[in-house]
Each structure stands twice: as C-alpha cells, then as structure tokens.
DNA sequence: ACCAGCACTTAAAGCGCTTTAAACGAGCTT
DNA sequence: AAGCTCGTTTAAAGCGCTTTAAGTGCTGGT
C-alpha cells in the first residue's frame, strides 16, 4: 500500500484482469474445458472441474460478460424500464431483481423522467441486447408496443394492453377499489367520494372499480368523482375544495396513496379528524402509507408477486418457447389502518 | 398486422438485425467505411457518408454495443450505484442521466437494497465493463472503496471518503445545517433542537454543523441533540418525545427532510402551530418537501451540479488522463419556505 | 513519364468468449 | 488385432464490431 492517494487507474479498462487463457494456461488444459467448467456444462471430468475451479479463484477471474454475450448469441438480460422517482417501482426493482437471479438473468435499469423519454429508455436497453423487456407501467400508445413486442419479448407491468401480443402482469385495478367501497360501506358509509388519477389506462380501470362498486351497493346517487391526478399535490387541492364546497363527504378514496396524503394533509390542517369526521383512502400500499403519521388504509398489489410473475413471464418466452401472448392478474388486497372508521 | 395477438418473438435474441456487413453490403462499401461514419470518425468523403447513413437508416440498423465494446475495449458505460428506494437519490440518476449523455457516456445502474449488498451492485457493475463508478452515498468502509478505486475510477457522491484515493463530489453539510441556524437565530430563535441521522458520515458532518453554529452564535447552552435516523418514523418518535416532555422549543432542525416532515406530522397532529408555535427545517430539498402539504424550509444539495461534477469527474480520468484525485465540495442553499418564522 | 503527396478506402487481425465437430485414449468386443 | 464405444478434451470457426497498416487512384510538381 503506496497510500498516495493517487493509485487510482486512468486508463480506460483498467488493467487487463485475467482471461480464460490465463486460466486455461494455468491448468494446461483448453480454454474451451475451462469455459465449460465455468459455466457448469456437464462434461469435464471431475478432477478437471476441481482444478479449474481453483485456478479461477487464484486469479480472481471474472468472466467478460460482453465477450460471453457476444459469442453465445445471449445475454442473459432482463431490460426494465422504469420511473426513477416512483417508491412502488423502486418496490417492484427490487423483487425483479432477486426473481431474476434464481433463474439466472440479471437486470439493466434504465429509467425515463421529464428529460428521458420512454422511447430513449427503451432504445437503450435494446442497445444492451436485453433479451426480454420488463416495462413497470408504460404509457406509450398501445400500437408502439404492439411493434416492440414484435422485435422482442415485451412484459407490461401493472399496464393493461390489450390485443397487442404482449404479456400483462397486473393486479385487478377495478378489484381493488371494489374492495375499498365494500369495506367503507361495511362500517356504514355511503357518502363516499373518489379522486380520480387522470387519464391513464390505470386511472380508468380504478374509476370504473369506484362506479361498479357504488352501483352495486345501491348507491348510484351517491356516486361523485372528483378531478385529481397521481401526486400529493393534487390531493391537496381537492382537499381543500371540499372543504371550500362546505360538503364533506364521511369518506374520501383516492386513486393512490400519494393524492391520499394530500387529502390527509389538507383535511387534518384544517382541523378535520380523521377517521373520526371523514375515512380516506388510498392505493399502492407505499412506504408513506405504512408510517405510523399517516398510517393509511390502502390497497396492496402485492408487489412481489407481479415481480416474479413479470420475470416468470420473460423465461416462459425465452427458455420455454412460449410463444403465445398471457395476461395475468393478480388480485389487490386490501390493507385496513388507521384511517377508516365508521361515520360519526 | 396480423392482429393474432401472439405473433411475439420467442426465440432468445428475435429475429437478427441488420449488422454492419449489411449496411456496408448495400451501399458496397467495406464494414470498416461504414464503421468510420458511423461513429463521426473524420476520413470518409462527404459522399460516402451521405450514403451510408441513409442506408442504415433505410435497414433500422442498430450498432450492437457487445460487440463494439469488445472491439473498442471501450464499453463507454459509467457503472452507478443506487439506494432506488431513495428519492434524492432517484433525482441524482435523473442529472447524471442527462450529464452523461452530453459527453458520451451511457449509464448503468445498479440498485443494493435489503436483499441486495452494497458489493453485489458493484459485482455487477464490473461485470458489465464500466469504465467508471459513480456509487451515490455508499456505506462501505473507506478501505474496501479504496481497494476497488485501485480497478477503476470510483467517484463517491454526497459521501466524504479521505485519503482513499477516489473522487469525491458532495456538498458542505456542516456549512448547510449552519445556514440553517443562521436563518433561524436570524429571526430571533435561540431554543433551537436538531433531531440527529444516525452514526453516518453525513451525519456526522451535520450534526458538527449545527455545534459549531450554535456556538458561533453564544449560544452552547443551548445546543440539545435528539437521536433519531434517516425515516419519517424517526421524526414522529422524536416529536412525540418532545411533546410527552413538555419542553417544547421554538425552532427544531432535523437531519433530513423525511424526518423533518414525521416531525412536522406529530407536532401538527397535537395541534401544534407550525411556524406559530415551532418552526421546523429539513435537509436535502426533498420532492416531498416542496409539496404544499409540507411546504417545508430545507437545504438544497443542488443534486444537478452534484451529478454534473461526478460524470466531469470521471471523463476526466477516463478521457483526459487525469490521476491524481480530487474532492469537489458545493455549497448547498437555504431553501425558505413556509415553516419558519419569528417564535411567538 | 515519374514519383510524391493526398484523400479515401479496405483487408485482415483481433477483442474474450462459446460452440461444434472432431480427436484422443482407454477399455471392450468379437 | 481390428473395430467399437464411451468419456473426456480440444482445434478452430465464429459472434459483430474496431483498428491499423496497407492499398487505391488521384492530382500536381518536376
């Protein structure tokens, strides 16, 4: 140890660490044995197996993934396309990555925000030779991932995406909701008001679980949807309208848990309690909703789940020689907290 | 379009696409021209090019990063290490992003998470080839970091690591948790708490912050550290400690604003006015902060010069030979917002 | 005419690995 | 002794690109 504090490599790549040659050359065998002890092909003799091992570990040897990719005609990559800034996809990497390493691929990231589009993210991990894409909640029409999935194995994850030949995981949206009415109308609850999510595929079917659900408890007068949209600020805003509206409903759902803390926040500012004057709820069963100052009913989709349904999906295709298109979905629960309760 | 809905791809890399031989097959020309052009490597005659970029562009063609990687030796892929449960964090990715790409550079990311060691990521990281390291706020002992800057470049962001011989970019935070009690002593606060991050490096650097303003302003009698860490359920607790004691101060600063907003959760949610009664500030300019729900005073990191200054520094090993390391220490800002004012 | 110099273009040798067909011995038959 | 099989090993041909030295055909100077 030189301890300068300057011994850092510059050079591009670093120094040549050890290829299957060096390996090869220690044990006096080809580098073909060697490769095939690595990659634990059945066919080397024990003794050589035992050898090559050793030697491997000597040299610290780690396998050139691009190399190997390139001469195998496989990558052994999972691409994944996710929002940077959404917890519940932060959620949905993580379960991706461990389902993705039992089956022996590994994940590339790449995340679109306000100055990377999907398609760029896409682009990227096509570049990478990802072998099956993983999308955590694309928005791109229906008819450009139609095309993708033509070039290669597409997984909407948490989208809808109908008759376009891809494979859906996600959890019954309208489900959900459903779920959520019911257990409000169950503590006695009839004036019950939802927040919309905008326009989105997602939005839709949530909107479509609030309606089906009022109508099948009788309460299709009661039925008041109100506009909002995904972030803490819009449940902010209608918040504070329906207290401006001086007509507070006894229960407030809302299309996630991000609007529900904006609700929260608005209504508990302006003196309302909760649950005592007014329930809410939420959707996704983030990380926020679990702390014990929010402590919010909301809904799960059981995240690990999809994950390993989404990575079970991209093996059936490229392993398995599925060919077919499937759909799975997957059914919400709820997850009751402090935030319901019965009507005063 | 056959609409049949299961017309995707099952084979391992899809149907192969157009490689260069067959770029170079159209136009007639040597896979060697087309390469040059390709890549704006100056020689080919104006003709030429003209020609080839449309041809490629006519076959979609693609360049295959294995393989180019391979050749070149030059994989041009910054590898970065992320806590994807982190927003901060989340909106670093999103600046190195955009600073990469401006000088050449891909990105790959990796994620450590509960199942998912700090080493794994980087494991992971090698494996792909990356020139350079950018490991956002890694927890590892300075001496591992300094074993793997020895491979490759390694950049640690927002973490202060001495005489390890790596790049270093973060910002001051001492001096942003004394702006913090400046601005606060400035409107006539003196019973001034801070609600502590844990046993960290930044951490550390905060906490020596706010002792070193305290006593800068006479004011060492003062000085009441709280232990707490890095969550919202970590400022709930403390709130409510502070609350049960009954001695409230006018002005509490906490390590960051996910504590800052627990904090401000249970003081409001037992009727405490925030800023009437307590003021209370955050760190890190959080997305939530700025929400209008919180609306919370806070300390910006300024995370798009942060990421700008990693990726500057790692082009400036990789491309401009540079050896020697540095540390890039930025200023952070006083973000005032709307939970400090005069005490009562 | 001849060659130097220039502007392009290209053949060919890899990059570090996988893969296939073929080679090799050793142990059996017949 | 020739022929077989079987278990093990390997030579060699790529994968799709980059890179370098060597080529080509010009022009213009002498």
Redesign the pocket.
Known sequence: MDGTGSDAPTGALGA?RP???DVAARV??????V??V??G?P??????RQRVLKAAADLG?R??RT??A?????SRLLGVMIDVHSAFQAELVEHLHTAAEEVGYDLVLSTHTRTRTESTAIETLLAFRCEALILLGPVAPAAVLADLGRQVPVISLGRRVSGAGLDVVRSADDDGVGQIVDHLVGLGHRAIVYVDGGKGVIATDRRRGYRAAMRGHGLDAQIRILHGDLTEEAGDRVGKHLLDSGDLPTAVVTFNDRSAIGMLTALRGAGVAIPGEVSVVGYDDDTLSRLTCFDLTTVSQEAEEQARQAVLAAVERLDRGRSASREIVLAPSLVVRGTTAPPR
Do not use: F, H, W
Request: charged share 25%; hydrophobic share 30%; no cysteine.
């Open positions: 040549s290829r299957l040659e006096g065998l080809s580098t073909a044995s490769s095939l690595l990659r092909v066919g080397p003799s024990e003794r050589t040897y396998p050139d190399a190997s390139l001469a195998s005609k496989r």
